[in-house]
Each structure stands twice: as C-alpha cells, then as structure tokens.
C-alpha cells in the first residue's frame, strides 16, 4: 500500500456492530484519516477496489499462546490469514517471563510441555520484550502475566503455600511486567503451579494490580464446579479491578446444559457492578497438555517427580481418574517425538492391546510429558447461548506455533468459523455484531489502544473478507489448512496478505495498554 490509499467498493463493518453500509475510507501514513460515502472522497487518489468485499477492522485474539511467534527463524502466519492483526498472549498463567536463578531449568522443562524448546536469553519481563522487540511481530504483541510463571519464580513447582517472601517476589515480578508494558494479570487453575494456589493467594498478588487491572482467568473449574469456579474468579476479579473469564465452557456431558445459569450468574455480576467479560472459541472440543487429566496430586515437582509416579502408581490413577473419563474422546494432537498423533487413546489402547489407562501412562513417559490433546467434551447448545451473549469476545486459544503435529484447527479457523459457521449459516450472530466481538469489544475490554473500530485517528489495521464464502478449511487430522475468503489484510497501511497470500513482513508491534 502507497502512503496514501482509498477503500473503495466495499460494504464497510466499522466494528461498532452498526448496520454494513456503503463507504470510502482513506489510509495515510499508517492511520485511518476520514470515513465518508461513496463519491465524497476526491477522485483522483490512489485507489484500491474491494468491491464484493465487508471491509472491517483488523481482527483481535484476545486469547492466544503464540508468546513464542516472534522468537521463530519462520514466520507464524495462522494467524494473519485469518484477519487477526492482535493477539493477547501469556493467557492461562503461561507466560515467558520472569525466570529466577532458582527455577530457571524447572521454568524451562516446564514450559516444553507447552513451547517449543527455548534459548531463553532473558530473566525479567524488560528483557524478554526487548529480546521479542528485537525479532519483529506478525501480528501485534498483547502481552499478560502469567500467575503460574510468576509462582515457578518464586517456588518452584511445590504444593507448598507461600510465605510473605514468596508472595512479594510475585507481586513485585507483575508491577515489573506491568512497569515494562504488560496488559493484566492471566492464571490458568488447573495447570501445575496455579492449581496449588489458594484464593487467597491469587487475590493478594492481584492487588499489586491496584484495583483497576485485568485478571484473566482459565477457572479452577469448567465442569462440575463451574459456577463455585465463576465465583472464585470474580473474588479475584474484584481485587484486581476487571475480570475476564477465559474459553467459557462447560464440559463433559454431566455438565451439559450448564451453561445457561453460568451466563446468569455473570449477567447477576455484571448487574451488580462487576466488571467482567468472557471469550469463546467456536469448537466443542478444547485443547491442553496431556497432563491436565492426571489428578493435582501427580503434579507437584519436578517432571521426574511425575513421571516416576506415573511409572509406580498405576492403580492408583484408575481409581483416582475413574470411569467418567471418555478415552474415546481424547485425540493425541501433538507429541515430542510425533508418535501417537492423531489417533484418541482409545485406538491407541486397542492397537496395544492394553487398557487405556495404560496407555496414557505409556505416552506420557515415552514423551516425558511434552503431549498435547484435543478433547471433545462440549456441547454446540451451549457453545452458541455462549457465543450468542452480547459481552463475548473471540479467542482462539491456538496453541504456540512451531510444535508441529496435529493441533486443534482453532489455531487456523476460529475467526471465519465465526464469521461463516456462526453468522452466515448458524445465525447465531448478526455478521455487524460477529465482528463488534473481535474487534471493538475486545479492544475496550483489554484497553488495547487506537484499534477496534474505523475510525478517523485510528491505526489502518484492516482486513476485507467475502461474507458469502469465507470459512474455515482445517479439520482434526488436517489442521493446518488456512481458510477461505478472506483475500487482503493491512497492518498500519501496509498490505500484509494479498489474494489470501501472507506477503512475507512482520509488520505488527508490542502494544502497551491505553492508560
């Protein structure tokens, strides 16, 4: 794109979830600097004609794991071709940093379940901005802290509660993380350290948020104790100042059905003054490491400590798993070495001739617990009343790139599945308001700066889809296939995707938090 551009032909979604309209808008230098009907404009700038396109503004991801994109010799590009333009990482308690002289290897081992390998060359979060500064970002960089790092920080990987010291180390690495540009405070509760953590302890290290940040939460719970876990988090909310409930979900079929007091409760919340939001991704199957079906008492220490319990307590993880878990519903995604992928635990189990149980175990010592797995656990009724309520954003949850193997198609498809599954052939969604959640919404929920709407002033973060075809195109054996429809993408002005092509630029930046 020249410095100055005019959009033209293009039925305008200016991300407020107004009706589509007939409109110009014109780039320069980067911005958005007038939004005017068709034949206003001066005729003889330099044009480009999206005729048959929505032309709306760039697409936010308010829940991804790509904290490690721009870390990549390759560039991540499922995300871009989507029409996302801005991603919130550090979701779920995961981030990068900080990394304590303690616990670094602990850090390390741990985040390889999850990461690629990394050559971690930072400790605190100035260090790890300016390492990812230094590289360059596809899409713009919304960085959260995570609870589960700043615990590893400060402990390790114990069950131990911690003392006062141990809680200002956390307290002090999150001011730092937020002092270097970070937007709130994530936790992810059933992930080993966090789920050792008591409330308590996560509303005393949310207070170092000052009572007007962002506490993003995967919830203790999004099954049986799903609404005792929605109260937890707006415990925790409350302190922090805002909260945002991470992939609402209700899992597993026992619990099918829940969804419609969870929304409830959190409408009840919301009525009362509490500030919190929620994100969905359009799928019912969900997905995380391998390790979350293990019970929290195979978690703590280190991953020898696990696998050893793994290799001597067999028994007693059938009793204490049970028989409610689906092994047919539990699709190997991606291994270190590559072996089991594609296939549940159930074929697996068959094929070895042994018990599922057995050959959960087996998979997980024969990949030192480096898994990740797809989970078909929820129910499309209550996937669309999620969807269908006006404070839900849009989140992939896509996994970090560069782990190859099978992952969940969310990674490549969850924006045009909204926009083709949902809004064009569900009707779940009014195609104005589909695009309200991932643009506007999210760009107010996360106080994410000068994106989210076209609007004169704004940053020329844009993307132009075909509302009659746009779709996503991976599927669970066949993930990595980008969609359909969404032919061009600007990033500050300049085409990024053109024809459904990734140009080849990273063109995004590490965002700070509008003050």
């Not at 509760?189 to 996560?202: G, K, N, Q, R, S």
């Not at 009793?319 to 594609?342: K, M, N, P, V």
Request: aromatic share 6%.
């Amino acid at each position: 794109m020249t410095d100055t551009e005019l959009l033209t032909g293009a039925l305008l979604a200016d991300g407020t979830g107004a009706p589509l309209r007939p409109a110009e808008v014109l780039v320069q230098d980067g911005h958005i600097t007038a939004v005017e009907n068709r034949g206003t404009l001066p005729s003889d700038l330099p044009r480009r004609d999206l005729t048959g396109l929505v032309l709306a503004p760039g697409f936010i991801d308010v829940h991804s794991h790509a904290d490690n994109a721009p870390l990549l010799t390759t560039d991540d590009t499922t995300k871009i071709l989507q029409g996302v333009t801005t991603e919130v990482v550090g979701n779920c308690g995961f981030s990068l940093a900080p990394r304590s002289t303690d616990h670094a290897e602990t850090l390390s081992t741990f985040l390889q379940r999850l990461f690629p390998p990394l050559e971690f060359s930072w400790t605190g979060f100035h260090d790890l901005f300016a390492a990812t500064d230094a590289t360059g970002y596809v899409t713009n960089y919304c960085p959260l802290v995570g609870h589960g790092t700043l615990r590893i920080a400060a402990l390790g990987m114990t069950d131990a509660a911690p003392d006062d010291t141990a809680l200002r180390t956390m307290r002090t690495a999150l001011e730092e993380g937020m002092t270097a540009g970070a937007f709130g405070l994530s936790s992810g509760l059933i992930y080993p350290p966090a789920v050792f953590a008591t409330t308590d302890e996560l509303s005393t290290v949310a207070e170092a948020l000052g009572g007007t940040g962002l506490y993003a939460t995967h919830m203790r719970n999004e099954g049986d104790n799903l609404l005792e876990s929605i109260d937890e988090a707006l415990h925790i909310g409350a302190t922090a100042g805002r909260t945002h409930l991470s992939h609402l979900k209700a899992t597993h079929p026992d619990n099918w059905g829940k969804m419609r007091p969870a929304l409830a409760k959190i409408h009840q919340a919301r009525d009362a003054g509490h500030d919190v939001v929620q994100d969905v991704y359009p799928y019912t199957a969900s997905s995380t490491m391998l390790t979350a079906v293990l019970p929290t008492s195979y978690l703590a220490g280190t991953a020898e400590e696990t696998l050893a319990r793994l290799g001597s307590g067999r028994d007693e993880l059938a009793a204490s798993i049970g028989d409610r878990t689906q092994w047919d519903r539990i699709l190997i995604a991606t291994t270190a070495s590559h072996r089991f992928e594609g296939r549940t635990i159930a074929e697996i189990a068959a094929a070895e001739d042994t018990e599922p149980v057995d050959a959960l175990i087996n998979i997980l010592i024969s990949e030192r617990l480096r898994v990740s797995m797809i989970n078909f656990s929820m129910h499309e009724d209550d996937l669309e009343l999620a969807i269908a309520d006006p404070h839900t954003m849009i989140g992939s949850d896509g996994l970090p790139p560069g782990m190859g193997g099978k992952p969940h198609p969310r990674l490549t498809g969850t924006f045009p599945r909204v926009l083709g599954r949902y809004s064009r052939e569900r009707d779940v969604l009014a195609l104005p308001d589909a695009i309200r959640r991932m643009t506007s919404l999210p760009a107010k929920s996360f106080r994410i700066p000068d994106r989210g709407t076209i609007t004169p002033g704004h940053v020329a973060d844009l993307v132009a889809f075909d509302a009659d075809t746009v779709i996503d195109v991976g599927d669970y054996q066949d993930p990595m296939r980008p969609p359909k429809g969404i032919p061009w993408v600007c990033q500050r002005g300049r085409t990024v995707v053109a024809d459904g092509e990734y140009l080849g630029s990273r063109n995004g930046t590490r965002l700070a938090p509008k003050i």
